[in-house]
Antibody, heavy 119, light 109 residues
Framework: QVQLVQSGAEVKKPGASVNISCKAS????????MHWVRQAPGQGLEWMGQ????????IYAQRFQGRVTMTRDTSINTVYMALSRLRSDDTAVYFC????????????WGQGTPVTVSS | QSALTQPPSASGSPGQSVTISCTGT?????????VSWYQQHPGKAPKLIIY???KRPSGVPDRFSGSKSGNTASLTVSGLQADDEADYYC?????????FGTGTTVTVL
């Protein structure tokens, strides 16, 4: 069965960076683009970006450009999302998701990684 | 890259129907047939319930249906059940990016 397993919770200070992993299993990993979505406490979903079959095939939401890097390692079926220059409003749960078809159709999601940014 | 607009809340009694709107622009909802809908229960990851405007993933009951007219997409939940009480989000492809809606909390009275 398809599974996306993310790395554990993180606590960071303002200005630091965070790197979250998402390991996929149960399907052909190269066949699906992966997306990252975050959700601040009590808030809605926010699309951050996507990484295609190759690490240089990325699209980032405008508000994260320059601070986010999404990569994938096909040898271990894992995608990564790194966010730098963290601020307190980056405190959120970060999700990875597998897309099907065209559009933001995420049929499988990771369990979410809580990131807390606090001094 | 503004969020799509949804009503903050909607409600209905068991067995009734509720419809949620999702309003965007001609650059997102109106420009592509790539609107999806998600259901999210508290503390859980979202679940895809509609994609490409009106298609249901395997396992999603036909009580959930989607449609689109112009720049507004809609999700209808028929035969409301207690477990339908959740947050619902629309999402749309927008050419160079993707965007979620603001979210709607559905309450089953």
């Amino acid at each position: 069965q398809v599974q996306l397993v993310q790395s554990g919770a993180e606590v960071k200070k303002p200005g630091a960076s965070v790197n979250i992993s998402c390991k996929a299993s149960g399907y052909s990993f190269p066949d699906h683009t992966m997306h990252w979505v975050r959700q601040a406490p009590g808030q809605g979903l926010e699309w951050m970006g996507q990484v295609g079959p190759k690490s240089d095939d990325t699209i980032y939401a405008q508000r994260f450009q320059g601070r986010v890097t999404m990569t994938r390692d096909t040898s271990i079926n894992t995608v990564y999302m790194a966010l730098s220059r963290l601020r307190s409003d980056d405190t959120a749960v970060y999700f990875c998701g597998r897309v099907i078809g065209y559009g933001l159709n995420l049929d499988y999601w990771g369990q979410g990684t809580p990131v807390t940014v606090s001094s | 890259q503004s969020a799509l607009t949804q009503p903050p809340s909607a409600s209905g009694s068991p067995g009734q129907s509720v419809t949620i709107s999702c309003t965007g622009t001609s650059s997102d909802v109106g420009g592509y047939n790539y609107v999806s809908w998600y259901q999210q229960h508290p503390g859980k990851a979202p679940k895809l319930i509609i994609y490409e405007v009106n298609k249901r993933p395997s396992g999603v009951p036909d009580r959930f249906s989607g449609s689109k007219s112009g720049n507004t997409a809609s999700l209808t939940v028929s035969g409301l059940q207690a477990d339908d009480e959740a947050d619902y989000y629309c999402a749309s492809f927008a050419g160079s990016h993707n965007v979620f809606g603001t979210g709607t909390t559905v309450t089953v009275l």
